[in-house]
Structures are given as structure tokens and as C-alpha cells.
Nanobody, 133 residues
Framework: QLQLVESGGGLVQPGGSLRLSCAAS????????VRWFRRAPGKETERVSC????????NYVDSVRGRFTISRDNAKNTVYLQMNSLKPEDTAVYYC??????????????????????????WGNGTLVTVSS
């Protein structure tokens, strides 16, 4: 079965850290750029971060820049999102998605809804991150 599986979400106190993983099954992730999106309760989907196919290019939304780090390990067929200095406003369901668009320029602002087939080749099912004391 061709799929992405996220893991690593959970409950963490403000200021804490989590590392999310996005593992590909049934296909090779190194042919795709990968993004993380998030959707908080009652809010629109927000783009969070993107990593290029080579891993040499990364991009972040301003609200997480300097706190989150995206990386990939093609040998493990996995992309990671290291989240530090977490804030309550980071609480959301986080989704990873594999696609062939650029992480830069106008393509950076592209924000499809989770599960949409609009330019996304594979979606994960999401992992919940809750930041609360």
C-alpha cells in the first residue's frame, strides 16, 4: 500500500519539544518534495514547512522559523519536523504531503486542504500536537 504515515505527536508543555516523522511506505520518498501543513481547531489549514527533493532547500512559515527544523533521511525514506520552543498556538493536527512542486516562489504559498488531490501525490493521515500546561 502506498502511503505516508506520520508519528511523534502528543501532549507537551509550552517551551517543550517534539519531533514528528513522516515515513513513506510502498514508494520512494526521495523523488518528492515534502511539506508539513497543520490545521488547528476552527482555523484554516496553514503551511508550515517544505523541504526540496535534494534536501538542500527548506522553507518555513514566519511563525515557526527559528523554532522548527525540517530534514530528510532518504535512506530511511523519512522526513522529520523537529519542533522546539513550542507554544500553545502550535496546537494542531500536523499533516505531511509528498509532491513535485517547488518549495519556493509562488509555489510556497500553495496550501491545499488535507486529502486534496490538487498537486499532492501522497498525504499522511495526520498526527495531533497539543501544547498545553
Amino acid at each position: 500500500q502506498l502511503q505516508l504515515v506520520e508519528s511523534g505527536g502528543g501532549l507537551v508543555q509550552p517551551g517543550g519539544s517534539l519531533r514528528l516523522s513522516c515515513a513513506a511506505s510502498g514508494f520512494t520518498l526521495d523523488s518528492y518534495a515534502v511539506r508539513w501543513f497543520r490545521r488547528a481547531p476552527g482555523k484554516e489549514t496553514e503551511r508550515v514547512s517544505c523541504i526540496s527533493i535534494s534536501g538542500g532547500g527548506t522553507n518555513y512559515v514566519d511563525s515557526v522559523r527559528g523554532r522548527f527544523t525540517i530534514s530528510r533521511d532518504n535512506a530511511k525514506n523519512t522526513v522529520y519536523l523537529q519542533m522546539n520552543s513550542l507554544k500553545p498556538e502550535d496546537t494542531a493536527v500536523y499533516y505531511c504531503a509528498a509532491h513535485r512542486k517547488s518549495c519556493f516562489g509562488g509555489s510556497w504559498y500553495w496550501t491545499p486542504e488535507p486529502g486534496s488531490t490538487d498537486g499532492i501525490d501522497y498525504w499522511g493521515n495526520g498526527t495531533l500536537v497539543t501544547v498545553s500546561s
